[in-house]
């Protein structure tokens, strides 16, 4: 499974986690630190899916997701919303911004690449 | 993974960095949404990493520390004084759990539960609810102990848990059929209905028919409208949860139904899907395979120490943070070196193009020039990579002074200045337990009690200042107190009773004040358990001179006292003056040296049969004949035509040093001696010269203490 993900997490653990995870399982990893930046790389690249944290400096995982949505090229594009809690709340709240789908943190390895391949491919 | 885990660390440091600043900022008064949302951010960023570590002691601390501040995020608590302080414990505490989660050791549990019980009083929590949510966060702890780097055994596991879930363990089987229908909604959110379908295909042996029912003539087709359904059979032994696990992401965006058939019968699925309710024209439109047994993930992680992760500048600033590169210190110290040998080698070459006569204007000299400044900037580069603003240094201070003022009840506020300045990474290291010593010292003894202080028309709140600065190419770390300054007649008294000084000795207040550097010297009546933990100023005092720096003291007496470090920049280079003693070379640190000076007949002057002074303009400055004083030379008859270097110490006193040439100016890379031969006065260190030879550095100030009265205890051994 090749996808290439695009991953914005403003944790270097979180980050250096998910590359760990992703490349293992034969992914290409591009990462970000913050929606900000996550915009900016995201600029050129094609990514199959985004994972992306909430709670970041300069831009949130909200309004990253608005951005990205607002993109006609990437409208379409799965992004998965990494959070610390599962409550109803925030799934509505992630969903309402455009999110495909989300990933509790800490992530299971095996099950964030079972995801990955559920809204991707 | 360990990597992974070692650099969770150094992001904790960095985050509990960002914490301290923001609560320094709140303090301060500037508790704004942002300053508050760092600070939650960097204790919320320490659970998440905790938690894939496993680090649950640190999870649910952080968690309970980061629910109390989002009820000040969220407006429902006030940054008050009190709560910004016990913020600040928090903090310490934080800190504390993440250094016993990489070191190992115990945490006071009575502190945590302490604390625990006023964050939860706080956020308004009662036990039972913080229970509740510390569960809510399930630290997943990925296991560490991997047999080798290709090797994720939990994921092998996971992935040989799918494999059981397609291999047709026929009794196992369950048959189940599943309607799927998406709404809108769906798509709109980046969802994939065809990728949903392969994921249950995952499961087992899959059927999947596309039902065209809702399908509009082409003339009424809608393309936003929701069209097209499918019925999915299914062969798999994953019970309903497993199943609604793939439709997670599409929960309340799709119809979805998962209706159990029956045990499976290999013969009779036809069957069972002409019993689905389905119009009797519905034919599959499409099928899918079942996706074969997915590999199992080999995670490849790179071998490169080198990380590509980009670093948060560590103050608040929300600028675009630039990309850096981790590297092993191993490395630069190899590169440091390197580059050390580098400039030796630049050194002998130019001494060997100098020696074979060759002009100044040749090719050679001017490359030789060019390959001068190159080798100099490169030294200056690599020098920059070594060096870090003393920030996290001082932050620890800041710790210190809340420790010690609350063991010793005193009202004490930490006020810093300069942390942005730069200075070498091993110098901060080896900073730390001096400074330590000289806050806790600060607090303890320089600052008076408030009751005191009240008496005298201070403020009840005392103050610590440490400040850093650039002075003249070193580094200048203040640690300063508003409190009653150094009581002179009662450190005499001590002195005299310890033996340290005969009790009729002359001293001026800056030779008192020096008393407290003795070995064995203590002001406290009684050790108290605060700074007389067997560590004097004598050894601040030494393990300040073994990073090259000096200590001076300056007191006013109901003012305060300032205790002022003077440090290289850093301890692989300095840029010395190369001068000729007798028959030997030595190195005087150029920033030591105001001015050299040729001594005319009647400059110099005798006080006493082995004291001379020497006359500079309006001012008389001891003079101390380095050929004597290092035992190289017999004594000068006279002086006349001498060439003298002005030196200059840091609380002003002044000396001339008498050599017999000065050679050359130049860099030169400082080679320790301390491990070959411990601490030699008057020598800083040594050196290798271009042409090979062996010189010793000398340490101006250490000379100086010498011209000031005490004596020397032994000759300096020749070199070379």
Redesign the interface.
């Known amino acids: ?1 090749s996808l290439n993900v695009l991953a914005v997490d ?8 998910l590359k ?2 992703l ?4 992914m290409t990893t591009h ?1 970000a ?1 913050d929606g ?2 996550g915009l900016e790389v995201l600029d050129g690249l094609k990514p199959d899916v985004i994972i992306t944290d909430i ?4 831009l949130d995982g909200f309004g990253f997701i608005d951005a990205v949505r607002a993109q006609s090229e990437y ?5 998965l919303v990494l959070t ?3 409550s109803a709340e925030l799934k509505s709240r992630a ?1 309402d911004a ?5 990933i509790v ?7 964030l ?3 990955l ?5 | 993974m360990q990597e992974i885990r070692a650099s969770f660390f150094i992001e904790c440091e960095e985050l509990l960095e960002a914490l301290q600043d923001a609560l320094q900022m709140m303090e301060g008064g500037e508790a704004d949404d942002e300053t508050i949302n760092v600070a939650f951010r960097a204790v919320h960023s320490i659970k998440g990493g905790a938690g894939a570590f496993g680090l649950d002691d640190l999870v649910a601390f952080a968690h309970s520390f980061e629910t109390t501040m989002d009820e000040m995020r969220a407006g429902r608590l006030e940054a008050e004084a009190e709560t910004i302080a016990l913020f600040f414990q928090c903090g310490d505490l934080l800190s504390d759990l993440v250094r016993v989660a990489r070191d190992g050791g115990d945490i006071d549990d009575a502190v945590r539960s302490n604390l625990l019980s006023q964050l939860e009083e706080l956020a308004g929590q009662d036990g039972q609810a913080a229970e509740e949510e510390v569960v809510d966060f399930q630290p997943m702890g990925i296991s560490l102990d991997l047999p080798a780097i290709d090797g994720l055994p939990d994921l092998e596991a996971d992935s040989a848990a799918v494999t059981e879930a397609t291999e047709t363990e026929a009794n196992a089987l369950r048959h189940v059929e599943i309607r799927f229908s998406p709404e809108p909604e769906l798509y709109r959110s980046g969802n994939e209905p065809l990728f949903l379908l392969r994921a249950l295909a995952g499961l087992g042996e899959s059927t999947v028919c596309c039902t065209r029912e809702a399908l509009p003539d082409l003339e009424e087709y809608d393309g936003t409208a929701n069209v097209m359904a499918w019925q999915i059979e299914l062969h798999t032994n994953a019970d309903d949860d497993a199943i609604r696990d793939v439709f997670d992401f599409v929960d309340g965006l799709c119809s979805l139904t998962i209706t159990e058939v029956g045990p499976d019968d290999p013969g009779g699925s036809g069957d069972e899907v002409t019993a689905a309710p389905l119009p009797v024209d519905a034919e599959p439109e499409a099928s899918l395979p079942a996706e074969p047994v997915p590999e199992p993930i080999r995670p490849q992680m790179s071998e490169d120490t080198v990380t590509q992760a980009a670093e948060r500048p560590a103050d608040t600033q929300r600028s675009k943070p630039g990309a850096t590169v981790r590297v092993d210190l191993d490395r630069i110290d190899r590169m440091v070196n390197l580059v050390g040998e580098l400039v030796i080698n630049q050194s002998m070459l130019a001494q060997s193009v100098d020696a074979s006569g060759l002009s100044g204007n040749t090719k050679i000299a001017s490359g030789l020039d060019e390959f001068q400044q190159l080798t100099r900037d490169i030294q200056d580069s690599v020098m920059l990579i070594r060096a870090q603003p003393v920030k996290s240094l001082f932050q620890r201070m800041a710790r210190i002074v809340r420790e010690a003022s609350s063991d010793v009840g005193k009202t004490v506020r930490l006020k810093t200045e300069g942390e942005g300045t730069e200075i070498d990474k091993t110098v901060i290291e080896r900073l730390s337990d001096p400074l330590t010593h000289m806050i806790r010292n600060a607090v303890d003894h320089g600052l008076e009690t408030p009751d005191d202080r009240v008496a005298a028309g201070k403020p009840e709140e005392g103050i610590v200042s440490l400040r850093a600065s650039h002075r003249s190419g070193r580094v200048i770390i203040e640690v300063a107190d508003n409190g009653g300054g150094i009581n002179r007649p009662k450190v005499r008294q001590i002195a005299t009773d310890k033996g340290l000084i005969s009790p009729d000795q002359d001293l001026s207040d800056t030779e008192i004040d020096n008393l407290l550097f003795l070995p064995g010297f203590s002001t406290a009546s009684e050790v108290s358990n605060l700074s007389g933990r067997g560590v004097g100023m004598d050894v601040v005092k030494n393990a300040i001179s073994a990073l090259g720096g000096r200590i001076t003291i300056t007191s006013t007496p109901g003012e305060g006292t300032t205790f002022s470090i003077s440090l290289p920049l850093t301890l692989a280079v300095l840029d010395g003056m190369v001068v000729r003693v007798g028959s030997e070379t030595l190195v005087v640190p150029l920033s030591a040296i105001s001015e050299t000076l040729s001594l005319q007949k009647e400059d110099a002057r005798a006080l006493g049969p082995q004291t001379q002074v020497v006359r500079v303009r309006d001012t008389f400055v001891p003079l101390i004949n380095l050929g004597t004083e290092l035992g190289y030379s017999p004594p000068r008859e006279s002086y006349e035509g001498a060439i003298v270097l002005l030196i200059s110490h840091e609380d002003g006193q002044r000396a001339a040093l008498v050599v017999d040439g000065i050679e050359d100016q130049r860099q030169v890379v400082i080679k320790g001696l301390q491990d070959s031969y411990g601490h030699v006065p008057g020598v800083a260190a040594a050196t290798i010269l271009g042409d090979g030879q062996i010189a010793l550095i000398l340490d101006p100030a250490d000379l100086l203490m010498n011209a000031s009265g005490q004596s020397r205890p032994h000759q300096l051994a020749r070199t070379g």
């Open positions: 499974m403003d944790s270097r653990t979180i980050r250096d986690m760990y995870t490349n293992g399982a034969g990462l630190e900000q930046h709670n970041m400096p300069r409208r379409a594009v799965p992004i610390t809690e599962s969903r455009g999110a495909t789908g989300w943190k800490p992530f299971d390895p095996e099950k690449v079972k995801s391949q559920i809204v991707a491919g």
